[in-house]
């Protein structure tokens, strides 16, 4: 799995504070830099790709209407992860036409639209370390075939990693196993 920086600056900042911080991580030699700023419009995904960054997180809980989303992907299709935030099995999102639906639904919808990679990211794990959801990931197995997806959400040691890999999933989110050591650098290459 590939190791990639990940910058979640949304959670109340003022993003354009941190303009000039992206813009150096994102100018580093050999680094790929995905960025959630709470991006929902074309606009803002416009002045972020201009700092640097390779891929631009847009996360269901930021997405208020799926028109934002199409103009989005007008532009800037290959540029987009889409980050499927979930907590009790449903998403997390001001969005009315996602709230009702199941997480497959919601994927397949947005693969119709042109969305090619996501984040699968069961928001109560997140820090936990607890283990992945292996029966949640198996449910997403039929779609995978047509898209990149990243994993997060209490990945807890190697042993996940190796399960994401032989399930077929892109990458990881591992930042509390890689603080808390249960994850090296040496067990990402």
Known sequence: MRVIPVLDIKNGLVVHAHYPLIQEIAAQKGI????????????????????????IIIGSETLAEIRQLTEILKTY????????????????????????KQ????????????????????LSN????????VN?????????????????GGIKDK??????????????LTATALHSGRITVGDLV
Not at 126 to 133: D, N, P
């Open 32 to 55: 790929k830099l995905m960025v959630d700023a709470g991006a929902n419009n074309v606009e803002m995904v416009g002045q972020l790709l201009k700092l640097g960054v390779d891929k």
């Open 77 to 100: 299709a290959n540029r987009i992860i889409f980050s499927i935030d979930i907590k009790d099995d449903k998403i997390i999102t001001l969005c009315y036409e996602l709230k009702t």
């Open 103 to 122: 997480i497959t639904e919601i994927i397949a919808e947005l693969l119709s639209l042109g969305v090619k990679e996501f984040i699968y990211l069961p």
């Open 126 to 133: 997140v820090g936990t370390g607890q283990g992945l959801e």
């Open 136 to 152: 949640h990931l198996k449910g997403l197995l039929p779609l995978k075939s047509q898209m990149k997806m990243i994993v997060g």
């Open 159 to 172: 042993n996940n990693l190796l399960v994401l890999r032989k399930l077929g999933f892109d990458g990881a």
